[in-house]
């Protein structure tokens, strides 16, 4: 006859002197549950602090993007990096702001852009974009899905005399690229002595 016999780990099966077996099920199934709940329960800690990490970079971003947005927008800091050659364009605004990455708001913005043969003069009330980060790394600044208010836009072509110079080195500063802009209306569009009036894009 085989006995159980209480042991360290369970009970011990005896079934001869110099046989024994432990039987330990219940003792390992308790083991192998608690292990299984420290591993969940480090999963989700793990989990916790990555999202956290990643929330606190995001806030950082945000923090980042309002102080140097804003301030690049209001301060003379903006219209110096932008209008380092003044004689082929420059762009002026009176208000800007920005709450969050990539998207812009302006008022009251001016540019002028000069060629050999021809000066344009756009001027719009309001308007807001979306700014291209990647390309900001190689001195490119990407603006994109302009939607503007009012728009009053002036061209003057005047021909001079002479032969057309040779075209300009690259600048090395940067380089504005406007993509998919659009306005409201325009209020005033001039091409020499001819003007039109309260028009307005279909």
């Known amino acids: ?3 159980l016999l209480p042991c360290q780990f369970g009970y011990t099966l005896l079934f001869t002197p110099h046989f024994n077996i432990e039987v330990n099920f219940r ?12 591993g969940v329960v ?4 793990n989990v916790k602090s990555t999202i956290v990490k990643i929330l606190k970079v995001l806030v950082a971003i945000e923090i980042g993007w309002l102080v140097l947005g804003n301030l690049f927008l209001n301060t003379p800091i903006g219209p110096w990096a932008i ?5 082929k364009f420059s762009m002026h605004w009176e208000s800007g702001w920005t ?3 990539v998207k812009v708001s302006m008022q009251g913005i001016r540019v002028n ?3 050999w043969s021809m000066d344009t003069e756009i001027i719009v009330d309001r308007a807001e974009t979306r700014i ?4 900001l790394l190689s001195k490119r600044l990407v603006v994109d899905g302009l939607k503007g208010g009012t728009a009053s836009i002036i061209l ?4 001079p005399d002479g032969e057309r110079p040779e075209p300009a080195k690259p600048y090395p500063g940067l380089t504005i690229d406007f993509r998919n802009a659009s306005v409201e209306s325009i209020d005033k569009f001039v091409f020499n002595e001819l003007t039109v009036s309260g028009a307005k894009p279909q």
């Open 42 to 45: 480090s999963v989700m800690i």
């Open 99 to 101: 709450l969050y990455p």
């Open 156 to 159: 003057k072509r005047e021909v």
């Open 83 to 87: 209008n380092m050659k003044p004689e």
């Open 27 to 38: 003792v390992n199934h308790q083991a192998n549950h608690q292990a299984n709940h420290q």
């Open 113 to 115: 852009i000069h060629t």
């Open 132 to 135: 291209r980060l990647l390309p």
């Open 1 to 3: 006859m085989a006995r």
